[in-house]
């Protein structure tokens, strides 16, 4: 049996799933991307949110170029069938717009294919090692797992074109102002941290979750008369007994207020 290049572990309410093919820096192979897509339908069964992150020196070096070579070498088959959906298009949008939101932890290399899947996620947290790039310039390729659209939509097109014209990395602060990351913290604490934002997110209830993974993303594509269209289809979904059991919570003086930033 080949060995298993993605990790998972269920901790309570959240699913950690790993990156694991370390001495390769998780470059995305097609193994990888299929074991992903398992781990992330089985944390959308069994879980209330997930994490994704990576083992070893980095998160991920993105596309494996090694196998990429072998695919696109002039004498390898050209495939008789095409596939309905591109894997990386399919398994990504399994993390953005499936049953549990997801928060990437990141760490060193974040760049190509590896930058498209942590931006499938909802929350970023980079610890200060990370740096992002888009390297398919440089390849002589191009971006494949959606990145033209989310990466785009997150940083705009003049940051997009200059990662990938000029091959200019950011750091983890950079990154943060160019909104690929909410939260930036020292090195070797984004797992920990993604962590416990997970397991907050858990504690949501699985309707709430799924409108703003699901719903918000989706107002964006809209005009304004169709996205205030959309958002009173869901206020209409209002009803759900988790819903009316939270705003008693909260009339009865039950519920933890919200507080400033500088008291959590
Ligand atoms: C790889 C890959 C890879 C490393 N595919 N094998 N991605 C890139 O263009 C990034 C290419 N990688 C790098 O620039 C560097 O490896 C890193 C900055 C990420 C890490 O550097 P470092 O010094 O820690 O590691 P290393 O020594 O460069 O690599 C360790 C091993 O991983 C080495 O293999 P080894 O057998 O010689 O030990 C590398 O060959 C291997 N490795 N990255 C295959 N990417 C669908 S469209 C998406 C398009 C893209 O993602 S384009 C971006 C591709």
Redesign the pocket.
């Known amino acids: 049996m080949e060995p298993k290049v993605i990790s998972y572990e269920l901790d309570g309410k959240v699913a950690l799933i790993g990156l694991n093919r370390p001495?390769?820096?998780n470059?995305?192979n097609e193994a990888l991307v299929l074991e992903l897509a398992e781990a992330v339908r089985r944390a959308g069964e069994e879980a209330e949110a997930g994490v994704i992150f990576g083992h070893g020196?980095?998160f991920s070096?993105?596309?494996?170029?090694?196998?990429l070579a072998e695919r696109i070498a002039p004498d390898a088959p050209f495939p008789r069938k095409r596939r309905p959906r591109h894997l990386?298009h399919e398994t990504f949008d399994l993390i953005a717009r499936g049953s549990v939101p997801f928060v990437a932890a990141l760490h060193?290399?974040t760049?190509?294919?590896?930058l498209?899947l942590a931006t499938a996620a909802h929350i970023r947290v980079v610890d200060e090692t990370t740096f992002f790039?888009?390297?398919?310039g440089?390849?002589g390729?191009?971006?494949?797992?959606g990145?033209s659209v989310r990466i785009q939509r997150i940083i705009g097109y003049e940051t997009m074109a200059d990662m990938m014209l000029t091959g200019r990395t950011l750091d983890a602060q950079e990154g943060r102002q160019a909104k690929l990351a909410q939260y930036v913290v020292p090195p070797g604490e984004a797992l920990a941290m993604a962590t416990r934002l997970a397991r907050r997110i858990a504690e949501n209830t699985p309707n709430t979750n799924w409108m703003i993974t699901n719903v918000l993303p989706r107002m964006n594509d809209l005009s304004h008369d169709d996205g205030l269209f959309m958002e009173y289809l869901n206020t209409s979904m209002r009803r759900s007994p988790e819903a009316i059991g939270r705003l008693r919570e909260f009339l009865d003086k039950r519920a933890e207020p919200l507080k400033p930033p500088s008291a959590t």
């Open positions: 001495d390769k820096r470059a995305l020196k980095c070096a993105g596309l494996d170029l090694a196998e990386w060193g290399a760049v190509g294919g590896g498209e790039g888009l390297p398919e440089q390849r390729i191009f971006v494949g797992g990145g």
